[in-house]
């Protein structure tokens, strides 16, 4: 077991001081499935060791998606975890990040977490949980008991709630976030999603395509921290426009308008044959 209370800096948000620090990061995973992590990471050499030293041993590949990062987030990556698969991106953004890492991963299962200090990494078994019990996406929110977030602005929280609302509404969700970045899913279900966008539009547009392609999606809770070093890329309008249109276009294009969209065809079906032929 790695000894976080030494080898590890403070988190003055309370990461490594809190409960989660007496985890065991070697305990093995009671699943053969394999598990990538990916990590899109812009400047991030500060926040680092806050974060990859977290990540449970169990975890087969970790992937840093790299912004072409002008500080040295690349060498402590590697210094920090000599495993590390370290990948670039074509376009700016965290979205077009995250595809990257999506279609580089290997493993059976993906997990997305930032690179800033945020999203805890000792969550990453409760995702991991989430999928193995039938999920097939498992998205984090910070609106349910269990969840919670240090890191958002009122004006970002009212947007979100805006935006959670509307696609309660357009979509028949019954989603409790929607714009957060720690998100798990099986990599077979990948191409269901189509991802193609390049912005902080990508967690909304994930979430709503697992929607649309009727998957079965289970809501962690999560807490987000402060982000530790270092300034947000976000900006809250310019990116709110972005998620506000990803919502619209979506809604406009979407094949299945209505309820019968959002039901999980593919594992109602199963239990509503046995029922059916037990009546
Ligand atoms: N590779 C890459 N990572 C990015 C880019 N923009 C943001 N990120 C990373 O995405 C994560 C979330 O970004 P952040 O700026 O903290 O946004 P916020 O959490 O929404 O305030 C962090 O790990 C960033 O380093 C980008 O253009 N390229
Ligand atoms: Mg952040």
């Known amino acids: 077991m790695r000894n976080l209370k030494l080898n590890q800096p403070t988190n003055t948000n309370g990461i490594a001081s809190s ?20 990590v899109p990471a812009k400047n991030e050499a500060a926040n680092l060791p806050y974060v990859l030293p977290r990540i449970p041993t169990w975890v087969h590949e970790v992937i840093l998606v790299d912004g072409n990062s002008t500080d040295n987030t690349v060498e402590v990556a590697r210094k920090l975890l000599p495993n590390i698969r370290v990948i670039g991106h074509e376009r700016k953004g965290k979205g077009n990040a995250l595809i990257a890492g ?17 999203t805890d990494p000792a969550e990453i078994p409760a995702y991991v949980g989430a999928l193995l019990a039938g999920a097939h996406y498992a998205k984090g929110t910070r609106f349910m008991q269990g969840g919670g977030t240090a890191d958002m602005e009122i004006h970002r929280m009212f947007g979100n709630w805006c935006f959670v609302t509307m696609v309660k509404t357009l979509f ?8 957060y970045g720690y998100n798990a899913f099986w990599r077979a279900i990948l191409p269901q999603l189509r991802l193609d966008c390049d912005g902080f539009e990508v967690e909304t547009l994930m979430n709503v395509r697992a929607l649309e392609a009727g ?14 070093h270092g300034t947000s890329n976000l900006h809250a309008f310019r990116d709110g426009l972005r998620v506000l249109r990803t919502i619209v276009t979506e809604w406009a294009n979407q094949p299945l308008r209505g309820k019968n969209a959002a039901v999980p065809a593919s594992n109602l079906a199963g239990f509503a044959q046995h029922r059916a032929a037990e009546a």
Do not use: Q, W
């Open 215 to 228: 998957l079965r999606i289970a809501e962690v809770p999560s807490f987000e921290y402060e982000r530790i």
């Open 172 to 179: 028949g969700s019954s989603f409790t976030d929607l714009c």
């Open 102 to 118: 999506f279609n580089a991963a290997t493993g059976d299962i993906i997990v997305m977490i930032d690179a800033d200090g945020s």
């Open 19 to 38: 409960v989660t620090s007496k985890i065991d990061f070697d305990r093995p995973m009671p699943t053969n499935h394999t598990v990538s992590v990916i």
